[in-house]
């Protein structure tokens, strides 16, 4: 268990979720938090927004706010070769040479499950009370997410050859339940207000809830301003300003200004259709003249985005789960329906195929493996449907 909450920032490339989370970041350790925010993209852009380098060892940048990137490809060079070895006796002794031991334990993915164990160990040892990580962008942060459960799997079948790789099962094993502990680990989606991007949005949303990790709001960022009235004043200025109020006001002209209100309300009819679709929140972030750079900037930024709430309360984070929730009821026909409780829309992909006990559910290419309940085991799947409360499964006893 890690001694700190975890949050995790994520977004499509280019969406500013890195001064999202270093705003973040800024605005816990002002509250009083010692919080430690980590870069684990590997473009390392998160010195950049604060103005300074940073290395892999976290450096304090401002009172209770520490900074640091996370370098895979150092871990693999460090902490990999002791689980090489591992698997390579284990390979042997399943009875593989050893050319084909040797390839086998170039495992892809290697790189962003060590930056992932790194972000654990930092949180469960060092004195943070809140680790917050910059993650890749959407689809590599879904890889990575996905990775403790595929390889433990791997890893598994391995154990039982070899019984040295208990160890590495064991602690995949952690850091698959780290992550889908909603009390220590949630995701923050980092959206701009355009199709595209809300797409991916949702199917990242439905690609997290099979994975079981909790999303517990999204951020609209970049919201272009309104193109506030004008108000034309005539006469002297003294005239004081209750004197003001009621007369006629004067919209901004011009193709800039109306650029901007098309743009604003093409924002919008997009943010509507979102909420539409999400028991998340969505919060909302203009966007800034100037890229804030610094300690100073990012605060003001997170005042606009928290107000007077806390970053990790529920005030701003409540307001919905998207996790995988499932829920058994009878029928009339003396059969049952199981709901799993996933954000699906219209255009979501779906497929569904039964393998042994489990249900493998496919979400736009996002795959998992739901175990069914007992009751259920020794029925077959009759029927699908999509519907408010997300996929509804019905069962029948077999013949």
């Known amino acids: ?6 949050l995790l920032f994520t977004g499509k490339g280019g969406v500013g979720k890195t001064t999202l989370a270093a705003a973040t970041a800024a605005r816990l350790a002002v509250g009083g938090r010692k919080v430690l925010v980590a870069s684990a993209d590997p473009a390392h852009s998160l010195g950049d927004v604060f103005g300074r380098g940073l290395t892999t060892e976290p450096s304090e940048v401002d009172t209770c706010l520490y900074a640091a990137h996370v370098d895979a490809r150092g871990l693999v060079d460090k902490a990999w070769q002791d689980i090489r070895r591992q698997l390579r006796t284990a390979l042997a002794g399943a009875g593989l040479d050893e050319l084909d031991a040797a390839e086998l334990t170039v495992l892809p993915g290697v790189d962003e499950l060590l930056a992932l164990t790194e972000v654990a160990r930092l949180a469960r040892e ?32 391995l154990h039982r050859a070899a019984p040295s790789l208990g160890t590495l099962a064991a602690h995949l094993a952690d850091l698959r339940r780290l992550l889908v502990d909603p009390a220590v680990t949630s995701v923050r989606l980092v959206l701009t207000p355009e199709r595209l991007v809300v797409a991916e949005t949702r199917r990242t949303l439905a690609a997290l809830a099979l994975r079981g990790i909790r999303v517990d709001s999204l951020v609209a960022n970049r919201l272009l301003p309104r193109a506030r009235p004008k108000t034309r004043l005539r006469g002297r200025a003294s005239i004081p300003k209750t004197r003001l109020r009621g007369r006629a006001s004067i919209p901004w002209r011009g193709p800039a200004a109306s650029w901007l209100r098309i743009r604003r309300a093409e924002q919008d009819a997009v943010l509507s259709e979102l909420d539409a679709s999400t028991p998340l929140r969505v919060h909302l972030v203009e966007h800034r003249p100037a890229e804030p750079v610094g300690t100073r900037p990012l605060l003001e930024l997170a005042e606009e985005l928290y107000g007077d709430a806390d970053p990790l309360a529920e005030p701003f984070a409540g307001g919905g789960d998207v996790r995988p929730l499932l829920g058994i009821r009878t029928t009339a026909e003396g059969g049952y329906e199981l709901t799993v409780a996933l954000p699906l829309t219209d255009s979501s992909e779906l497929d569904l195929a039964r393998v042994g006990d489990d249900l493998a559910i496919t979400v736009d290419g996002a795959r998992r493996l739901v175990a069914l309940p007992v009751l259920l085991r020794r029925h077959t799947v009759t029927d699908a449907a999509v519907e408010d409360g997300g996929l509804v499964l019905r069962f029948e006893e077999r013949a």
Not at 1 to 6: D, Q, T
Not at 128 to 155: F, I
Request: proline content about 8%.
């Open 126 to 157: 060092g004195p943070w009370e809140v680790v917050v990580v910059d993650c890749g962008p959407t689809a590599e942060t879904l890889r990575l997410l996905a990775l403790p459960e595929a390889v433990a799997g791997y890893v598994d079948r």
């Open 1 to 6: 268990m890690a001694g700190a909450r975890i």
